[in-house]
């Protein structure tokens, strides 16, 4: 009987079959381990990729929101030089024309509107015409285009007088773009609401739009008092940056 109950008992627990099996079962589970240890790092490799390019990609986008504030602002920035050098050699801002190259009489130098007067010709003020960097251009198709507008057309409350100034508008651009000039120019990126009528009214010259000009004043815009530039927006959340760049 022990011997039976011994060869039983080895029958059970050490058969060749029983031990090839509990050692392939072995394996078995240990490949299975590793690849579920590798495809778990594959995972953890794919979302932290993914959270990098999601990440430089808001990075590229502020950087192209950063170069676009600056441009508008050396765009700014250059008109006015151009037109403080027309002022030293003697043509007052009332002489000043705003004409463009597209003009079919921007070549024509006549008594009533003589070349040395125009801000974009090579004979007066020498500005380069500019279109708006493409990552800050946000035209909706309806009305008037977005891009740069200068002219002088309408007073603001707190120049000097109440005579016209002269004014830079970079029309239509995206609310980032928007938000960095003001970051520029006072340190926060909050970005007023003008009310009271439109943008095109307040800073862009009427013939240019069906509307009427309207003086600009601290009860349009409370934030923009005594701000010689600043970037705003309409109560649709048009966005336009404006430049004093000759206060009558």
């Known amino acids: 009987m022990r011997k039976a109950f011994k060869k039983n008992y080895f029958s059970i627990f050490a058969y060749p079959v029983n031990v090839n099996r509990s050692k392939s079962n072995r394996g078995n589970a240990f490949l299975y381990i590793l690849v579920a240890v ?35 602002l050396s765009y700014a920035a250059t008109a006015a030089n151009n037109l403080t050098q027309m002022d030293a050699g003697g043509i007052t801002a009332d002489q000043i024309d705003f004409m463009l190259p597209n003009d079919s ?53 707190w120049t000097p007088t109440t005579a016209p100034d002269i004014i830079f508008a970079a029309y239509e651009i995206k609310t980032p773009v928007c938000a960095e000039i003001n970051r520029k120019l006072t340190g926060s990126t909050v970005i007023p609401t003008v009310s009271g009528d439109s943008l095109e009214n307040f800073f862009i010259e009427a013939s240019l739009h069906s509307g009427a000009n309207a003086p600009f004043e601290v009860a349009n815009c409370a934030a923009c008092e005594e701000k010689p530039a600043l970037c705003v927006a309409n109560a649709a959340g048009k966005n336009l940056f404006y430049s004093i760049l000759a206060a009558e």
């Open 38 to 72: 590798v495809l778990f790092g594959a995972l953890i490799f794919a979302l932290s990729r993914g959270g990098q390019q999601n990440s430089g990609v808001a990075e590229l986008d502020s950087g192209r929101a950063k170069v676009a504030a600056n441009e508008i």
């Open 105 to 157: 009489d921007f070549n024509t130098d006549a008594p009533a509107n003589p070349n040395i007067h125009k801000l974009f010709h090579p004979s007066g003020g020498g500005l380069g015409y500019k279109s708006l960097p493409q990552d800050a251009n946000d035209d909706d198709g309806v009305g008037l285009a977005a891009g740069y507008y200068i002219g002088r057309f309408n007073n603001i409350e």
